[in-house]
């Protein structure tokens, strides 16, 4: 058997049309081919694998004869229309048993019936035991009604092709109807169970019968039917073609059970509502596990809540620490600016040193008095730049001293030294020394300050308290002063000291003759002859007014006076000329003694009252007179 013929037997066995009921289609096609080929036969044959069976006859009994006998096999065989108009005499057929013996066939007119794939599966037939030869129209008409049952065959065979379709889509349907994971439910309008999958009697723990006599309202947790039955409403007016809900259902056990349900509607052709269909899933545990999630979220978000308050507090307190910080921060630079800015412009010079005498600042006005950059001047020994040599000892001293003992006698003192500059030139200075202990290191700070000026202003304010602005003798203060240590000297030498106490005799007559500014020229020159009589270690005193005081110091003996004040009051006796007035003076002397091998004990002021007392005993004695008191 050939390929081809396995295929059109399988394809004609498959249309079930083989020992099928007769049908009134086809019997009434062979009716209409014998009328209109006037034929006594007309059958529509059908070519199984081992005889041709008769699917409608007219004008026969037989409903099949054997194959290879049959004429319809070769039009079958052909694939075209077989016209044999006379069998007798076609050797085809001429001896076949059919043509032979009854029904004797002579006439044959045959054409096929083919499938929708082009199979020949048998033939539209008529048969005559006359000879015959149609004419056109007869052979277009059997053609015509060949097609007829041609499109018959065909369309039936569509319609088994589509209900196989449909049931394999059922089949398939079935099967995913109840092997799915999920439930699945057809409900009808009224919201009855039509059809539940086994998976949706597990979901709800009723079984298939129990569930098809309840509806999905009988099982829906009250609290969720209303929006369940809302959106079904929604779905039923064409408002949306489904919905997806979350809701409970009531088990058989009473037990809420979480689903996602799914629903979409099936319509008639008419459109009209048909039924529901539901898929329903478990997502009870997923709900467990979201309502634990929800619980734990809530649980964290109060912990994130609590956190982020104690946070916000830790960062206000902290941003508040920072901002303090950076105030202070911005304070201490501002400090640190502001000091050396102030340092910068001191007018005195700021040094500072560390515990081994290294220099650690050195100020402008440092640079200005001791003539050491501020670069040069960091990191060397203090001693090295303006400590002179000979104090340098006392320096590692106090230094030592006060870093072991705690102790310094300079420290905190305004103290007055000498240092030197760059240049090696010496200046008096005056400085304030302090110690800072900063993380335990000590700090020596201080302020110098150049007094060269102020010395040279002391010293002079201390020669003027000291010397007689109009003569420019030593005053009486200078004699105060000077007259102890005199005693001191005489006393240590065994020598004497005589002091002679000389007044001017009338010269309140010569103020008031020749005025107050003769009278100032006049006390000068006296002053510059007992000066000019004086020897270098002897003192010549404007003591008051007219009245001088010579200390004479070192005498051997008290002889040596008589001299003196003979010379003096020769000196004097010398006019003075004063512009165009010429002056004669005499003087009244008073003289007292201190000293010798065994000295009195007297203190300096009362040889003084005695020197004047004894004057005054000139005076007395009527002036131009010495008076020694021995
Ligand atoms: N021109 C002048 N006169 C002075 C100065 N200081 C004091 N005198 C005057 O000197 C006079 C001193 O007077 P006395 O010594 O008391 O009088 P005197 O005329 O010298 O009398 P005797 O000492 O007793 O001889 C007073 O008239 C003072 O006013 C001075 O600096 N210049």
Known sequence: MTSYEKLRLEKLRSLGLLDSDPDEFFDCITRVASTILGTPISVISLVDENRQWFKSKHGIDASETARDISFCTHAVSSGQQLIVEDASNDERFASNP????????????????????????????????????????????????????????QFRERMLSAQDSIDQAQSKFKSVFENAGVGIALVNPSGGWLQVNSELCKIVAYSQAELINLTFQDITHPEDLNTD??????????????????????????????????????????????????????????????????????TLEEKVALRTDELRL??????????????????????????????????????????QGLVTAWNKQAEYTFGWPEQEAIGRKLENLIIPPESQAAHHHGMHRYLTENKSKILGNRIELEAVRKDG????????????????????????????ERKQLENLLKNEARNDPLTGLANRRKLEEILPIAFQRAKSNKVYLALVFIDLD??????????????????????????????????????????????????????????????????????????????????????????????????????????????YTAKKNGKNGVVIID
């Open 98 to 153: 059919l043509v032979v013996n009854a029904p004797n066939i002579r006439f044959y007119a045959g054409i096929p019936i083919k499938s929708v794939e082009g199979y020949s599966l048998g033939t539209l037939c008529v048969i005559d035991s006359k000879p015959k030869r149609p004419n056109s129209s007869e052979l277009k008409a059997l053609n015509d009604l060949a097609q007829l049952a041609t499109k018959e065959i």
């Open 425 to 452: 030139v010496r200046i008096p200075i005056e400085l304030q020394v302090n110690a800072l202990e900063i993380n335990d290191q000590v700090l020596f700070t201080s302020f110098l300050r150049d007094i060269t």
């Open 314 to 355: 830790v960062n206000q307190s902290l941003s508040k620490a920072y901002q303090e910080k950076i105030e202070s921060e911005q304070e201490l630079q501002n400090k640190e600016l502001e000091l050396r800015t102030i340092l910068d412009n001191a007018n005195e010079a700021y040094i500072c040193m560390d515990d």
């Open 506 to 615: 009338g010269f309140k007559l010569i103020n008031d003759t020749h005025g107050h500014q003769v009278g100032d020229q006049l006390l000068k020159e006296v002053a510059n002859r007992i000066n000019h009589c004086s020897r270098m270690s002897d003192t010549a005193v404007r003591y008051a007014g007219d009245e001088f005081v010579i200390v004479l110091e070192n005498l051997k003996n008290k002889q040596d006076t008589k001299r003196i004040s003979a010379n003096i009051q020769k000196i004097m006796a010398e006019p003075v000329q004063v512009g165009d007035t010429q002056l004669q003076i005499t003087l009244s002397i008073g003289i007292a003694y201190y000293g010798g091998a065994e000295p009195q004990a007297i203190e300096p002021l009362e040889l003084i009252r005695l020197a004047d007392k004894a004057m």
């Open 229 to 298: 039955l809302n959106l079904l409403d929604q779905l039923v007016t064409d408002k949306i073609d489904r919905y997806q809900l979350e809701k409970r259902y009531i088990r058989k056990d009473q037990a809420a059970i979480w689903v996602e349900i799914t629903v979409t509607k099936h319509t008639t052709e008419r459109g009209e509502l048909d039924y529901f269909i539901a898929i329903v899933k478990d997502i009870q545990s997923a709900k467990e596990t979201e309502f634990a999630l929800t619980a734990l979220r809530k």
